[in-house]
């Protein structure tokens, strides 16, 4: 399919292709055994200017939108879905800033991010309150020209590797959702400290610890947009993000894929490659048919968001984001079974990214929470319509 | 300090396919890349700037789709790209191919060092480069591994052997040709990719380089090639054969003959 890129968006595609083939394919195994941190990897993205597309030209990104860091991490996630992550997550730790923050707060933070310097990571869940954002037990006290953070994060990717945290937590729980506020928490920040480090199914490159504030102490200057407004930037935040994580699936179905279509022609049974087998050739039918729908609804959903800034696409982004992610547990399953036994092994690609993949379907929204938001958004468009 | 780096475009294969009639390199339907031994070339000249300051400049020779190969150069982070393309250049062999560039060369002016790759992997003769240099009248290393040092006056490189290296130390201005040991080539940016499209290739044919018209191309071909065949396989070393004890008399008798021990 013809996506008609721009010289630009073809630039990223191809540089990303290069960085993924060349820099990440030899050492995805040695990350996903050892779970370390691929920093190498993040230098390399950084030289190559891919940590800041997303970022407005201003702060030293490239303005490319939503779209240039779907295209990215697309491209990354046909070789890795776990390693791309500490672009991705940084990307998502940083919506809220883009979103929400004042100019001041958008100089100081954004050009680090853009230039690959430094990493962010996106504070929002709890133990207690996953798809449920509004039953946070992390306050955030005023007190003079500072606040006082206590409460505890999980499940935080780049948590304790990045350096800018965005960080949401009740500065009025009296008023429920609408006391919800938004933080830029400094790594280093007395009374911030992390918690273990999660030892994961897939995407293992990536690493995921918890939050622990204890009376940390933040400069007021800090706050994102004002008091009581954090679960709207969560909200506008993961209206944005989604699109990525949508983007990941894509790349790791997009990547098994091919995995499976160069197997089944080298791969000999009864005196002839498999994918002379109809039983194959349908199964990769299918396959490279819904990975090209997910890309299209990936690819419009995110040229819809740059084209139309400030509007929201909760229904959209949820609609490629449940989209993609099912695509890639199914694509990558039957990636696995094109492989028989083989595709069992850590010998070969497909059973990690069959691991990796089953991430999308989760965070940033179940899919489940992602169908929710869709029904939601059908239902107040019908109500508005007389 | 200008550091010229001379590249040339290659078939992105390692299985070229000879013409058996004509003895030339099949060609056709196979993308074109940047000769992999001239990447380090390209990389040792930006890190030669950045260690050393000054400029850097890519020459290539070839038709004008090679210019694609020249702002790849450029988003690596060479400075500027000089496309030398003449019809008349077609057909040249190393000599003429060497003359070709050394006049281009004469043509930038000033200059501190060439730098090439080892050899191109089409045609695989390692010639070029020294043959540029013995036409500039400078003197030149060959297969360098490593820059020790650089001055104004003098470079010292490590010339890689098959049983060692040789520390040489040469005036400059002058040429050297380089192995894949020498570094590990970065790949571009997306800011020098943005750069590459928009810069400026300075087109030469060969008026502007002032050639020789009976030195270039196929006329300024001294080679003509009459067979063309896959050479023997290298053979390998020498094994040392028997007891451990007996191996290692043999080995440090070896060692103390080429006076290593």
Redesign the interface.
């Known amino acids: 399919m013809d996506y008609f890129l721009t010289e630009e968006q073809q630039m990223m595609v191809d540089l990303s292709k290069k960085i993924a083939q060349e820099k990440m394919k030899p050492v995805r195994e040695h990350y996903d055994e050892t779970g370390d941190f691929p920093w190498p990897i993040v230098h390399e993205l950084a030289k190559a200017d891919l940590c800041g597309v997303y970022i407005p030209q201003e702060y030293g990104g490239f303005g490319s939108g939503v779209f240039g860091l779907v295209l990215v991490v697309e491209e990354l996630c046909k070789v890795d879905g776990g390693i791309s992550l500490a672009l991705a997550a940084t990307a998502l730790g940083t919506f809220p800033i883009l979103l929400g923050a004042n100019d001041e707060q958008k100089k100081k933070y954004l050009p680090d991010i853009a230039s690959g310097k430094k990493l962010a990571a996106f504070g929002l869940t709890e133990p207690e309150a996953g798809s449920d954002a509004t039953a946070m037990r992390t306050t955030a006290k005023k007190d003079g020209d500072f606040y006082v953070l206590n409460g505890t994060k999980c499940f935080i990717t780049n948590a304790g590797e990045a350096e800018t945290y965005t960080v949401f937590a009740n500065t009025n729980p009296a008023r429920g959702a609408r006391g919800i506020s938004c933080f830029i928490v400094e790594k280093g920040t007395p009374g911030f400290d992390f918690g273990k480090k999660e030892n994961k199914m897939g995407i293992r490159a990536s690493i995921t610890k918890e939050l622990i504030f204890n009376n940390c102490r933040i400069p007021k200057e800090n706050l994102v947009g004002k008091e009581g407004h954090g679960l709207i930037i969560a909200q506008a935040t993961l209206d944005a993000s989604r699109p990525g994580v949508a983007a990941q699936a894509l790349g790791i179905a997009a990547g098994a894929l091919d995995e499976a279509i160069a197997y089944s022609r080298t791969r000999i049974q009864q005196g002839k490659p498999i994918c002379s087998f109809q039983g194959i050739q349908h199964m990769l039918a299918d396959m490279a048919t819904e990975v090209e729908a997910a890309r299209c609804l990936v690819y419009q959903t995110a040229r819809m968001m740059d084209a139309t800034p400030g509007k929201r696409t909760t229904k959209e982004s949820a609609m490629c984001k449940l989209y993609a992610s099912e695509v890639a547990m199914k694509v990558t399953t039957n990636a696995v079974q094109v492989f028989g036994g083989y595709g069992y092994m850590k010998e070969y690609p497909v059973e990690k990214m069959m691991r990796d993949a089953k991430i999308t379907t989760l965070y940033e929204g179940t899919s489940q929470i992602q169908r929710n938001e869709i029904a939601l958004a059908l239902i107040k468009e019908s109500a508005s319509k007389k | 300090m200008h550091f010229i780096v001379c590249i040339k475009q290659v078939p992105n294969t390692t299985n070229v396919q000879i013409d058996q009639k004509t003895g030339t390199l099949k060609r056709e339907g196979v993308e074109s890349i940047i000769n992999p031994f001239d990447e380090y070339a390209l990389e040792e000249a930006i890190r030669l700037k950045e260690r050393f300051g000054g400029k850097t400049t890519v020459v290539t020779m070839g038709p004008p789709q090679a210019e694609t190969a020249l702002r790849e150069a450029i988003g690596r982070g060479i400075d500027s790209a000089v496309l030398i393309s003449d019809r008349a250049f077609a057909g040249a062999d190393t000599w003429a191919t060497a003359y070709t560039l050394s006049s281009a060369i004469k043509a930038l002016g000033d200059y501190d060092l060439i730098i090439c790759g080892k050899q191109a992997t089409d045609g695989d003769t390692a010639q070029v480069g020294p043959g540029i240099a013995e036409m500039l009248d400078i003197p030149h290393v060959a297969y360098v591994k490593k820059i020790e040092d650089m001055n104004q006056e003098t470079i010292k490189v490590e010339r890689m052997m098959e049983d060692g290296y040789d520390l040489i130390e040469m005036p400059l201005p002058s040429l050297i040709s380089v192995v894949k040991e020498i570094n590990t080539p970065?790949?571009?940016?997306?800011?020098g990719?943005?750069n590459a499209?928009k810069a400026q290739i300075l087109r030469w044919t060969a008026k502007e380089i002032n050639a020789e018209p009976n030195n270039i191309g196929l006329t300024g071909s001294p080679t003509q090639v009459m067979k063309i065949f896959s050479p023997p396989h290298r053979q390998g070393g020498v094994k040392l054969e028997g007891s451990p004890e007996e191996i290692a008399e043999q080995l440090i008798a070896k060692l103390k003959t080429t006076q290593l021990l």
């Open positions: 970065r790949l571009p940016s997306l800011r990719m943005m499209k």
